[in-house]
């Protein structure tokens, strides 16, 4: 095989990770050029119903929405004409989800936490990061977050990566809307600031 042709074929996981490929494990490649690089996910510890996708999606929600069905723990990029970019998530436990109307107020990569004083009074665990915790592999926000607003207000709601991975397709968050680590970048490099958020509760 020629140099040019092998630097291809190696170089092809990368260019496709930030697609919803045809190709599933080219979604979940190593991504070197993080500012955490991020190791390859194998396909074996994704169930198939929740990796990403792009699918058939009839909606009247227009392209460039993001539809997160909290009951069936999936997230919708709708890309118009009847497609979207299907997603596994991990939502918020019974009380605690968003539910209704928002939209992306800002993004940031590899983000800094705080637990919410909510969150603080209601787990002790939590008092313990009063002082925030920095932006990396061991942030509960993960690679990327989406903030979510109203009327100019922060909910505290986020879209984000996470440090847990085996919390996708489950309801056990503090309310926001968790993605594995490749799949919210996917979605980030998508999403503008500004684009609306519909989460669906029943």
């Known amino acids: 095989m020629s140099i040019s042709r092998r630097g291809f074929l190696v170089g092809l996981p990368l260019m496709l990770a930030g697609c919803a490929s045809t190709v599933p494990e080219a979604n979940y490649a190593a991504l070197p050029n993080e500012e955490f690089p991020l190791k390859a996910v ?32 999936r997230a919708f990029y709708v890309l118009g004409e009847g497609r979207a970019i299907r997603y596994g998530v991990g939502v918020g436990r019974a009380g605690l989800a968003l539910a209704g109307n928002a939209y992306v107020g800002r993004k940031a990569e590899w983000p800094s936490w ?15 990061l009063a002082g925030g915790v ?18 100019g207000n922060d909910t505290h709601f986020r879209i984000h990566g996470t440090n847990q991975p085996e919390s996708i397709g489950l309801a056990m968050s503090s309310g926001c809307i968790r993605m594995m680590n490749h799949d919210v970048i996917d979605l980030y490099e998508r999403v503008k600031v500004g684009a609306r958020v519909v989460v669906i509760q029943a």
Do not use: C
């Open 42 to 73: 194998s396909l074996d510890r994704i169930k198939p119903e929740l990796r990403r996708q792009e699918v058939a999606y009839d909606t009247a929600h227009p392209a460039g929405t993001v539809v997160v069905d909290t009951p069936a723990r």
């Open 114 to 128: 705080t637990p919410t004083l909510n969150m603080q009074r209601r787990e002790a665990r939590y008092r313990k």
């Open 134 to 151: 920095p932006g990396g592999p061991n942030n509960p926000l993960g690679a990327r977050a989406m903030y979510l607003y109203r009327n």
